[in-house]
């Protein structure tokens, strides 16, 4: 089965810098990857999605991934953080119609 | 669309009670899904239905839980009799049919806690 690693369950930046956050995928077939954020109180909303064609997709709110299959992974990022991107993201593989999640990334954006 | 709708937002019950969640998917989306959040597990499926009927139920911790979907714009999950450990936010999370597997949409969960 399909699943994924997220590396670093809590990371903290300053805002204005870059938001990294590392996820890593196993998979026997091509996998289709996803980006989820959750805000307090709040389900989950899609970020962005990896399912064939261009390897550097580009999501809402300045967020983008990169799908890497020499190195298994699929990294979001984004340039510039602001506050209001302090939120959990969870990375996602697909497993038939199923999502596998990982253990999600708390960020906190430090003013 | 008002997008996935959960009720009731939260919910506090005793143990030994039947609680019952309730979803209503996005119009159009013929899959449905169940999750759980907990802070020990993180996000779990428990089952997940496509056009009304159960595909997968593997998730379901144990028979105090089951879920229906009577038809395409309403889905139940009960737990009879619930217990402590069932305390965590539950979402359901509908898609749209297609080729491959498409984004879900989440609700707002519904906050469960078992006293």
């Known amino acids: 089965a399909q699943s994924v690693t997220q590396l670093g369950s809590h990371v903290s930046v300053s805002e204005g810098a870059l938001v990294l956050l590392r996820c890593n995928y196993s998979?026997?077939?091509?996998?289709?990857l996803f980006w989820y954020v959750q805000y307090p109180n709040q389900g989950l909303q899609l970020l962005l999605k990896?399912?064939?064609?261009?390897?550097l997709v580009k999501g809402i709110n300045g967020f983008e991934a990169e799908f890497k299959k020499s190195e298994t992974s699929f990294h979001l990022t984004k340039p510039s953080a602001h506050m209001s991107d302090a939120a959990e993201y969870f990375c996602?593989?697909?497993?038939?119609?199923?999502?596998?999640f990982g253990a999600g990334t708390t960020v906190t954006v430090r003013a | 669309d008002a997008g996935v709708i959960q009720s009731p937002r939260h919910e506090v019950t005793e143990m030994g009670q039947e609680v019952t969640l309730r979803c209503k998917p996005i119009?159009?989306?013929?899959?449905l899904f169940w999750y759980r959040q907990t802070m020990m597990r993180g996000l779990e499926l428990l089952i997940y239905?496509?056009?009304?009927?159960?595909?997968?139920d593997s998730g379901m911790p144990e028979d105090r839980f089951s879920a229906k979907m009577p038809n395409a714009s309403f889905s139940t999950l009960k737990i009879q009799p619930s217990e402590p450990r069932d305390s965590a936010v539950y979402f359901c999370?509908?898609?749209?049919?297609?080729?491959?597997?498409?984004?879900?949409?989440f609700g707002p969960g519904t906050r469960l806690t078992v006293l």
């Open positions: 119009s159009g989306h013929d899959y």
């Open positions: 999370a509908s898609s749209s049919p297609g080729v491959i597997p498409d984004t879900q949409y």
């Open positions: 998979s026997s077939v091509p996998p289709y």
């Open positions: 990896y399912t064939t064609g261009a390897t």
């Open positions: 239905f496509n056009n009304n009927v159960p595909i997968d």
């Open positions: 996602a593989v697909n497993n038939d119609y199923k999502l596998s």
